[in-house]
């Protein structure tokens, strides 16, 4: 029985600077061989649904807290 990983990437930037780094989202993935989970802060909801259809990207979490830290860093 394999072990499965599955990364978590937190990203706390706004929304030109998550989609700049979709590309590094996507090599991590691909070396891991397994989708990845992002969590990001809630103010970046609107773009949630768009995210979760990428292959690459297993689940979106959003989080209040993580507004709070993007907004003071």
């Given amino acids: 029985m394999g072990l499965t990983v ?9 929304y030109g600077d998550l989609i700049w780094s979709l590309p590094a989202v996507r090599a991590a993935a691909r070396a891991l061989g397994n989708p990845v989970r ?16 990428q292959d690459y990207i297993a689940d979106v979490i959003l989080d209040a807290v993580a507004r709070v830290k993007a ?3």
């Fill in 38 to 53: 992002l969590w990001l802060p809630e103010s970046l909801g609107s773009i949630a649904p768009l995210l979760r259809r």
């Fill in 71 to 73: 907004a003071n860093p």
């Fill in 6 to 14: 599955r990364l978590t990437i937190s990203h706390a930037g706004k």
